[in-house]
């Protein structure tokens, strides 16, 4: 597959053509991303939860992030790949900002940063875009900022969350953001927006009718063991029939799988990454169960 770029990105929006992307922190599963047909992968600040086993995200350090977003590059050098501004790294001036994520860019060599925050956060936007780095802005439920919600929660059932929401679009758009990451809102309301808006509208737990859809990755497998919310699914039983069935015939196992490694988890990995891709793409994720009403 031909790697995607931000072009492609607003072209799949403006065709109706939805985007897949996974959370990724290491190399051997962004090894089987890349070779999966996912469009994009997001190194989250979430990694220092599910890999470094942090209470949240608020602990990680842009060296940390440094450390994962490059290992993942290295494992996926075909996909777009988006790092995570840590807490601390752009909220004290655009100054800081630019400075950290041009350190992001250049040390781990990601394709664009993901930073949290509406319309306070649109000088630190703005500046990091105009710097040549392409921005994904993140707004409904921020983690970095979970305390100021009262936790984690869902944003945007009452009118003056669903009305801040859309302003901080808005306000993203003008700052220069190339797409948008709508987190933990109900149903409806990031398809408000991503019809009010030209930039891609994507949701993690946003509903369905959004331009693209996230999910983090260890959810999918089933390998998070604290906390697995509403709206993702574990795919690992879904792929499994098929993984055993291309594996049935195979009469000396230990040979294949040192010709094509593709006899364990890596495979299985790769075909739950695919299996959401066709899920998204074809509408059938998210249904009903996994959407907030």
């Known amino acids: 597959m031909q790697k995607i770029n931000v072009r492609d990105l607003q072209k799949m929006k403006d065709d109706n053509n939805k985007v897949s992307w996974l959370t990724c ?3 051997s599963f962004a090894s089987a991303l890349n070779a999966s047909e996912l469009d994009l992968i997001l190194v989250g600040d979430s990694g220092g939860m599910v890999n470094l086993g942090y209470k949240n995200t608020n602990p990680v350090t842009m060296d940390e992030m440094i450390t994962l977003t490059s290992a993942v590059r290295r494992g996926a050098p075909d996909k777009f790949v988006i790092g995570d501004m840590p807490k601390g790294s752009y909220e004290v001036s655009a100054e800081k900002a630019i400075e950290n994520a041009m350190r992001f860019s250049k040390e781990s060599d990601c394709d664009a940063v993901k930073l949290e925050g509406g319309l306070h956060m649109v000088k630190q936007v703005k500046a ?10 993140h707004i409904g439920l921020t983690p970095q900022s979970s305390n100021s919600f009262g936790g984690y929660r869902i944003v945007g059932r009452t009118k003056n969350e669903q009305e801040k929401i859309l302003d901080d679009a808005k306000a993203l ?10 987190e933990a809102t109900p149903d409806g309301i990031g398809s408000e927006i991503a019809k009010s808006v030209d930039v891609p509208i994507y949701g993690i737990g946003a ?16 390998i998070y063991p604290t906390f697995r919310p509403k709206f993702a699914p574990c795919l690992v039983s ?5 993984f055993l069935e291309s594996i049935s015939e195979i009469e000396d196992m230990k040979e294949f799988g040192r010709a094509t490694k593709k006899d364990g988890f890596w495979e299985i990995t790769r075909l739950v990454a695919n299996e959401f891709n066709r899920m998204v793409k074809s509408g059938e994720y998210p249904d009903s169960d996994h959407v907030y009403n």
């Open 128 to 137: 990091i875009s105009q710097s040549g780095i392409p921005v994904f802005g």
């Open 25 to 27: 922190y290491d190399y």
């Open 173 to 182: 758009e003008q700052a220069g953001v190339v797409a948008i990451l709508i």
């Open 238 to 242: 879904k792929v499994l029939p098929d």
């Open 207 to 222: 509903g369905a009718e959004v331009d693209g859809q996230l999910l983090i990755f260890h959810d999918l497998l089933g």
